[in-house]
């Protein structure tokens, strides 16, 4: 995934980006980095491994290390970025956040006519491009950046929300073609903000002051904001932001995430209750942590107590910490689970958690729980079955669709025939919905499972239907 944030103020810009950038670090892991320009030293930039520790450990002298009324800075779950671009727009500093599928064909088109040549980051095919560095490169094809950014979104197949710092000292700012990710701008007496997340501006002292629509393309100073290129009508904003990555203290469209997750509890206990399902629950918990705010919904709506009974221990290990052997790490992940034996033994236990993908990491905690005396394991998924992985966005918890729980379960139960009937799969009142959900209860030992329905899902977060990503679910991008 990956975010960014920027700044155009009538002061400096650097503190408030590297307060805004670290407020992003919840979407990402590999790559961060930050450029500014100041009409003395003109444009700096630093980019920095964030692996191993975090953005703020790598970039706490920044301060004496750029100086500028303008910045930029994101956090990147693949490319170094931004990149510095000298081209016919002159010199300027370029992070994009999103997906390129069509790398490729883009690629070779522009180098039968240009003669230019892209940074090989890899040395076999031409998929090793930096996906910024792509996206500027269709830019420079046009005679200014609106058109340049325009004909870059019309031409990618994926997804791309880019942020620009040029050497006038302005920002441009422009959102995905259907408002896949969030773009909103922020301001303060002294200037203005662009951001992923809300929340980091909110914590700056900047208020909301617009949030782009879909394509939307504006130039930003610390003087205004000056509109480019208008907003698109068809927008199919991601899910998943509310249900499981966006940050709990942030709104996208309005709607906040944690309330959202609140809802969607609700919305999955009050359908448990009509249908006499897993009635009789000592404790509803969450999957830590992102399961845990749907849990307290369901907890609210069903009055059955809220529990936590295992707790993460984190404080010694960082989020990145990802050993590359499947063994060490469930080995990691056992380490960190706490019981709290009196919340655990006999008692009946209903998780939730924000979706269930592969289901390895759920099995071993349900083995966890029996291990410390739980009577039963009834699990919760807070959306519905993941059917088909994302093509829209660098969102991937699973390397390929057939390491998908429902994927491969359809096709233990009756081999690849079963995926023309993924709908009737993902109806839980449906045999074959129900044949998978008791398959998979069997393999990994739940008492019970559900899923969130996809009407369920689209009203919790409460907007249009046809608004909202749903492809994960139901293969409708
Ligand atoms: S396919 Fe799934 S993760 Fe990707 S944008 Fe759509 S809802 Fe979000």
Same mark, same amino acid.
């Given at each position: 995934?990956g975010?960014?944030?920027? =700044? ?7 503190l408030?980006?590297f ?6 670090? $919840?979407l ?6 930050m ?5 003395e030293?003109g ?8 692996e191993n ?7 706490e002298?920044i ?12 956090? /990147?779950d693949?490319d170094?970025?931004? %990149?510095?671009?000298?081209?016919? $727009?002159g010199?300027?500093a370029i ?5 390129i599928?069509?790398n490729?064909e %883009? =690629?070779?088109?522009y ?5 230019g040549?892209f940074g090989?980051?890899?040395?076999t095919?031409v ?6 560095? %792509?996206?500027?490169?269709m830019?420079?094809?046009k005679?200014?950046?609106a058109?340049?950014?325009k004909f ?9 929300s880019i ?22 701008v ?10 992923f ?9 900047y208020?909301d002051?617009? &949030?782009l629509g879909?394509?939307e393309i504006?130039e930003?100073?610390a003087?205004?904001v &000056?509109? +480019?290129?208008p ?6 904003i991601?899910a998943?932001l509310?249900?499981?990555y966006?940050y709990?203290?942030s ?6 995430v944690?309330?959202?997750?609140y809802?969607?509890?609700q919305?999955?206990?009050k359908?448990?209750?009509e ?9 509803v918990?969450?999957v830590?942590? /992102?399961?845990?705010?749907h849990a ?5 709506? /069903?009055?059955v107590?809220?529990?936590?009974p295992?707790?993460?221990y ?9 050993p590359?052997?499947?063994k &060490?790490?469930s ?6 689970q706490?019981?709290?034996?009196? *919340?655990?033994?006999d008692?009946k %236990? ?7 993908v592969r ?6 905690? =349900?083995?966890?729980?029996? &291990?410390?005396g739980?009577k ?8 519905p079955p993941?059917?088909?992985?994302c093509?829209? *966005? ?9 390491e ?5 379960t ?8 079963g995926?023309k ?6 109806d ?8 998978m959900r008791k398959?998979?209860?069997?393999k +990994?030992?739940?008492?019970s499972l559900?899923?969130?329905t +996809? ?7 409460g907007?249009p239907?046809d608004?909202v990503?749903t492809?994960?679910?139901?293969g409708?991008?």
């Amino acid at each position: 995934m990956g975010g960014f944030f920027g =700044v155009a103020s009538k002061n400096d810009a650097v503190l408030d980006t590297f307060f805004g950038v670290d407020y992003h670090s $919840h979407l990402g892991t590999r790559r961060a980095g930050m450029a500014a320009m100041d009409p003395e030293l003109g444009m700096q930039r630093k980019i920095h491994k964030i692996e191993n520790s975090p953005f703020r450990t790598k970039f706490e002298r920044i301060l004496d290390e750029m100086e500028g009324n303008t910045a930029i800075g994101c956090i /990147s779950d693949s490319d170094a970025q931004p %990149l510095l671009i000298r081209s016919n $727009h002159g010199l300027y500093a370029i992070c994009t956040i999103g997906i390129i599928n069509n790398n490729d064909e %883009l =690629v070779n088109q522009y180098l039968s006519f240009s003669g230019g040549h892209f940074g090989a980051m890899t040395t076999t095919g031409v998929t090793g491009i930096n996906a910024s560095e %792509l996206v500027a490169a269709m830019i420079d094809q046009k005679s200014d950046f609106a058109e340049g950014i325009k004909f870059a979104q019309d031409k990618i197949d994926g997804t791309a929300s880019i942020l620009i710092l040029k050497e006038d000292g302005k920002l441009i700012a422009a959102r995905d073609k259907v408002g896949r990710i969030p773009v909103l701008v922020g301001k303060r007496e002294d200037g203005y903000c662009v951001s992923f997340e809300d929340f980091a501006y909110k914590k700056l002292g900047y208020e909301d002051y617009k &949030e782009l629509g879909p394509g939307e393309i504006v130039e930003i100073s610390a003087d205004g904001v &000056e509109l +480019l290129s208008p907003a698109r009508k068809k927008k199919k904003i991601c899910a998943f932001l509310w249900s499981y990555y966006g940050y709990p203290t942030s709104c996208y469209e309005g709607i906040n995430v944690e309330i959202m997750r609140y809802r969607n509890g609700q919305i999955m206990a009050k359908r448990d209750k009509e249908l006499g399902l897993a009635q009789d629950i000592d404790y509803v918990s969450g999957v830590p942590d /992102s399961g845990t705010p749907h849990a307290i919904g369901y907890s609210n709506e /069903s009055s059955v107590p809220f529990a936590r009974p295992f707790i993460k221990y984190t404080p010694t290990w960082p989020r990145s910490f990802m050993p590359s052997n499947q063994k &060490e790490r469930s080995r990691v992940a056992k380490m960190k689970q706490i019981p709290v034996h009196d *919340l655990i033994k006999d008692k009946k %236990l209903l998780f939730v958690d924000d979706s269930i993908v592969r289901g390895t990491q759920l099995r071993e905690t =349900v083995e966890f729980l029996y &291990e410390n005396g739980a009577k039963e394991v009834h699990m919760r998924s807070a959306c519905p079955p993941i059917m088909y992985g994302c093509k829209y *966005l660098n969102f991937s918890r699973a390397t390929s669709e057939m390491e998908l729980i429902s994927r491969a379960t359809i096709m233990e139960l009756e081999g690849e025939e079963g995926f023309k009937h993924l709908d009737e799969y993902s109806d839980a009142s449906s045999e074959r919905g129900k044949k998978m959900r008791k398959a998979i209860c069997e393999k +990994l030992n739940f008492a019970s499972l559900e899923f969130q329905t +996809l009407e369920g899902i689209v009203e919790a977060i409460g907007l249009p239907a046809d608004e909202v990503c749903t492809y994960c679910w139901n293969g409708k991008g």
